[in-house]
């Protein structure tokens, strides 16, 4: 997709600040639609970089939020016609043993789901059921799910079912008819029924949560890998992008963290502002010249049941910036 950075979004006119202010709502439609939050900054860049410079000719006849959905659909419809779909490791093969052979298979990090930070992205609801509803739109599986189905299936289906847009606002936005978009919105359900089974709903960010999550940092920086094992469900997995092998079983995790993870013994694990809905973690490994850790992993976790159901440890340091980490931790610090 064009890179767009150095091009001016806001103008001088009235309607700029207006653009400005749909940014973070955006990309998470874009994300959405494409399953990378650097593919969904750039289409947001450009969707916003379209709009002021034809908004001389909106004539109003809809609100500027349903223009730029429409403009940001076009510009994803166009990426996707482009590009791989993104996927997740439990979407390529059956789960790995615990074992160094396990890491033979490993993948460029653009054929993987990217997780979205949810910090600017977050709606401003204060609603319980509307924000477990957001949190569950942008579940890692669900976006996976999202992306087997064709472009104007899965603008459907976001604009409708995610956003609440109605039967009408979102045919104008895709310029067909009502039939025509509700029929595409039936088979995208049937088809994101094949790939997508109801998971178990996300625990709220109460207080239990936070403890759960302070013992997670506590058993992993001390490596107590029995009071690690004990905070997952019995089924938990763990996935490591860009490796295509994934581990299912709280026994099977704690042996590949005592056998070839061991090399995060020593770990230093800092908060993040959550990603996909989920609380999320950077992880820093010891540096191998003695001095201070360096970045190594993103943890998004799903806490389910008051257990962690899935971890996701996302080895692209690269995602450190966009998490607003640094990628290097002082001795000491």
């Known amino acids: 997709m064009t890179q767009l950075a150095e091009q001016p979004i806001i103008g001088t006119t009235d309607l700029d600040p207006e653009l400005a202010a749909h940014r973070g709502e955006l990309t998470g439609y874009c994300y959405r639609m494409l399953g ?7 289409a947001v860049q450009e969707t ?30 166009d990426a996707i016609s482009s590009r791989r779909r993104r996927a997740t490791p439990m979407e390529i093969g059956g789960p790995s043993a615990p074992v160094a052979h396990s890491l033979r298979d490993v993948r460029p990090h653009e054929e993987w789901l990217e997780p979205l930070p949810w910090r600017g992205t977050a709606p ?15 579940r890692l599986a669900f976006v996976a799910a999202l992306q087997h ?74 490596y107590d890998i029995d009071a690690f094992v004990a905070l997952l469900h019995a089924d938990a997995t763990q996935n490591m992008p860009p490796f295509a092998m994934w581990l ?17 013994r020593g770990s230093r694990i800092l908060p ?23 970045a190594w992993a993103l943890h998004v976790l799903e806490v389910t049941g008051g257990r ?17 980490l640094p990628d290097r931790l002082p001795a000491g610090g």
């Open 36 to 42: 990378s939050v650097h593919d969904a900054e750039d």
């Open 48 to 77: 916003l970089v379209r709009a002021w410079r034809s908004q001389s000719g909106f004539e109003g006849r809809s609100s500027v939020r349903s223009w730029l959905y429409r403009i940001a659909t076009n510009v994803c419809i």
């Open 124 to 138: 401003a609801v204060t609603d319980p059921a509307e924000l477990a509803g957001e949190r569950e739109s942008v």
């Open 149 to 222: 189905l064709p472009p104007r299936q899965r603008a459907v289906l976001i604009l409708r079912e995610v956003l609440r847009f109605s039967a009408e606002e979102t045919a104008e936005l895709l310029g067909s008819t009502v039939a025509a978009a509700n029929s595409a919105l039936q088979r995208a359900r049937a088809t994101l029924a094949q790939h997508h089974a109801d998971p178990q709903p996300l625990d709220p960010l109460d207080e239990e949560h936070r403890e759960l999550l302070e013992a997670y940092v506590d058993a992993f920086e001390r």
């Open 248 to 264: 299912r079983g709280a026994e099977d995790v704690g042996a590949w963290m005592l056998g070839p993870g061991a090399g995060c």
């Open 272 to 294: 993040t502002g959550g990603a996909n809905g989920c609380p999320a973690f950077a992880q820093y490994r010891p540096a191998d010249d003695g001095e201070g850790h360096v």
């Open 308 to 324: 962690i159901q899935a971890v996701t440890s996302f080895l692209d340091t690269r995602l450190f910036a966009r998490f607003d």
